[in-house]
């Protein structure tokens, strides 16, 4: 516990372990007066478990095997790379020429064998288990370009909706560059997906989007969400979004100018990716590549209002208050005050170092050759498991000796960091991901509440919009 001095000067009492965060005077914690009521009320806290005094340090555990089942039974999305084939050649793909962590893309088109036993395996699992998971189920195409292989994506639907998943809400999305998109946005309309369409902003920004033959696929894909636009403005609003590729042909603010003035929405702006970078190809990626951490820097304050919902800054304000706030203060006060919560809380029930996600708990993703990943931004260095043969394979103990090789260097730097409960390094994208941690100053939790003390309108949208599933 520790007491925390936002920039107006107000003083907070935080424990970081349990997210307890309160607006105190600074005679709380004064030890002059013992019988104070703010002592007295710190004694209290303390006693139920919800802070701790005496600044203990706090210890982690690591992954069981029990954490993937449970992970498995709980995921609510499930990505099928239901082809490699792309009939586009972008310059800064993820699995183009900078890369060298991803399966070789040759051509290849995937079985729906390999749909309809994951598929099954999760039904099976579900309708026969206690744990029934969340109450839907998203269902992803991903490629390559999936359009490419739409016949698998028409049978995949037709199969689940004439095998519904006991007490699950079925959702069908996709991320597409929208080329064929004219060609089948009628079945993607009847059947309620919901579409990230890939834009980079205006013709030039997105000049790096080309056809096998070097032509900018631009103006081919503007035609196609015009289309869609104009044809199905209902479902337009309600479904498609987009996502911009942050480069040096373009920025957020022409990324989000161009794509609100046409569509009235705001894309989502994400940086190359940095991890799986071939040593040989550095230098020619930094070249390209565009930080938006230091676009930002650069804005003027007006600009930074402007782009806010872009901010590198926002999401960790966000994952803050999820992971403290939101944790202490969406429990009821009858759980807090009974003793299963105190135990729970009394270091029990001990967390895994850094907030990397436990695998399979955000999603499922399965390579075009069948491969399991926990998710489509992994490399191939790991082996999760595989779909062959009518069979689903995941050598759970094998995963769960991986992780804890890599979370054992973290748990040092863990202990006790401050960044800890809004950290976003992934220990399987970046395997040396600690060293990153020994050069980086942790964030300083005061300027985490002073955000939320100038920005209370930010903090009521995250209460509004959380959704219990």
Same mark, same amino acid.
């Given at each position: ?8 000067g ?11 965060l309160?607006?105190?005077?600074s ?5 002059e007066?013992n ?9 209290y ?10 600044r ?5 555990r690591?992954l ?9 039974n ?22 183009g020429?900078?890369?060298?962590n991803?399966d ?12 309809k036993?994951?598929?099954n395996?999760l039904?099976?699992?579900w ?17 390559g370009?999936?359009l ?20 699950k809400?079925?959702i ?5 560059n929208?080329?064929? =998109? ?13 579409i ?24 081919t ?6 289309? =869609? ?42 940086e =190359? ?8 190809k550095?230098?020619?990626f ?22 806010q ?19 202490t ?11 299963p919560f ?8 001990l ?7 436990i ?50 260097e ?52 995250i ?7």
């Open positions: 516990m520790e007491i925390i001095t936002s920039a107006s107000s003083k907070y009492i935080y424990e970081q372990r349990t997210g307890y309160s607006l105190v005077p005679s709380y914690m004064s030890h007066n019988s104070s009521y703010y002592s007295q009320k710190a004694k806290l303390s006693h139920l478990g919800l802070i701790d005094e005496d203990q340090v706090y210890n982690y690591l069981e095997p029990r954490d993937i089942k449970e992970a498995i709980n995921t609510h999305q499930i990505i099928f790379e239901v082809t490699d084939k792309c009939n586009l050649d972008c310059y800064y793909c993820g699995y020429h900078f890369y060298d991803y070789a893309r040759e051509n290849q088109d995937m079985p729906f064998d390999v749909f036993t994951l598929y395996y039904k099976n699992l309708e026969n288990s206690s744990n029934k998971g969340c109450t839907f189920l998203r269902i992803s195409f991903y490629g370009e999936p490419c292989n739409f016949p698998l994506i028409k049978e995949a639907v037709d199969y689940v909706k004439n095998n519904p998943i006991k007490n809400r079925i069908f999305s996709m991320t597409t929208a080329v064929l =998109l004219d060609k089948y946005m009628e079945f993607l309309v009847d059947n309620d997906f919901e990230l369409v890939s834009l980079d902003g205006n013709k030039y920004n997105d000049s790096y989007r080309v056809f096998k033959n070097g032509k900018c696929s631009f103006d894909v503007i035609a196609n969400v015009d289309k =869609l636009y104009r044809v199905y403005p209902t479902f337009f609003i309600r479904n498609v979004k987009f996502n911009s590729v942050l480069h040096n042909r373009n920025s957020v603010k022409e990324a989000s100018d161009y794509i609100f003035a046409r569509y009235q929405k705001q894309p989502m702006t994400n =190359l990716n940095v991890f799986g970078i071939a040593k040989s550095r230098s020619e930094l070249k390209i590549f565009h930080s938006k951490t230091k676009e930002f820097s650069l804005m003027s304050d007006n600009e930074k209002r402007e782009y919902n872009q901010s590198p800054d926002i999401h960790r304000y966000e994952k803050w208050a999820f992971n403290t706030l939101m944790r203060y969406s429990t009821s006060l009858l759980e807090a005050l009974s003793e105190v135990r729970t809380k009394n270091h029990e029930d967390e895994i170092p850094t907030k990397t996600c695998p399979f708990s955000r999603k499922i993703f399965i390579s075009v050759n069948g491969n399991i990943f926990p998710c489509e931004r992994i490399g191939n260095e790991f082996d999760f498991g595989r779909i062959s043969d009518g069979k689903v394979e995941i050598d759970i103990d094998c995963v769960v000796s991986q992780y804890n090789q890599i979370l054992k973290y748990e040092r730097i863990c202990t006790g960091c401050k960044a800890k409960d809004f950290c976003s390094v992934c220990v399987v994208s970046d395997l040396n991901g600690y060293e990153i941690c020994n050069r980086t100053k942790p964030r300083n939790i005061a300027e985490f509440i002073t955000f939320f003390e100038k920005e209370p309108d930010i903090l009521r949208n209460i509004r919009t959380v959704s219990i599933i």
